[in-house]
């Protein structure tokens, strides 16, 4: 009985040392000496801006027929609307009806919004225009459930962008994640990684998801021995402690 309960014992610790704890996988957790978790600073949120093979949509509303029936309307209403989605050429710019090619290149959004209206305007004197970025996706690789992902909401965060995914698995590995992120001129992607347990993620230059990204979870080196949650660990101590007892019976019954 006393070898049966040491065993029982180092099992319990063995497994116990193998769950995943808060310290591991827990968000927003505050940095102490004991955790030593890093500090971020803030940094103003900087809106996305446009690049080369990108793709924008606008929208042109008019209440001129003569040119909602030249941009292929199919209705007689006195307000019409005309939306295509372009793709910005190497050289920074986009083509448009009617228009000769503007720079969209290096802008925000609402920049190319009053950028295109202005042009616009000059043979639609009542034009106003809607644009938006139409290819607006991040894409995640590793353990949380890869695939591509819309950004349906202006700044988006790291969070938000995860949960979208199913959150990141338990044997991901929190500590460091990356996100590849492009650069403009044919610079190599930019590598941001980072560890996002910590609450001073939040605001930092690591939080904001923009488009184009990619997320990247790796695994972490000892997964393998970890179990997933203590559903799994009450499991596996009441199987091994059954195999111990049937073993140990086996052995006594044999050297009676």
Known sequence: MKKLT????????????GCYSHRVI?????????????VYDSVPYQPYKLRVNDEIIYRLITMDETMSKMLGANTMTASTQYANSYRIHQDGTVDMPFLKPIKVAGLTEAQAQD??????????????????????????IGDAHAGQFYIYKEKMNIFQALAMTGDVMNSGDRRHIRIIRPRDGGQEPEILEFDMRTNSIIDSKYY??????VIYVARTKDSFYKVPNYSAFIGLITSSVALLTTVLNYVAFMYK
């Open 6 to 17: 040491v065993l029982i014992l180092a099992l319990v610790a063995m497994t116990l040392s």
């Open 208 to 213: 904001y998801v923009y488009p184009n990204d």
């Open 115 to 140: 950028t295109l209206k202005a042009a616009f305007k000059e043979i639609i004197p009542d034009a106003d225009v809607k644009v938006a970025m139409y290819n607006k996706y991040f894409s995640v």
């Open 26 to 38: 827990g968000y927003l957790q505050e940095p102490t000496k004991c955790n030593k978790l890093p």
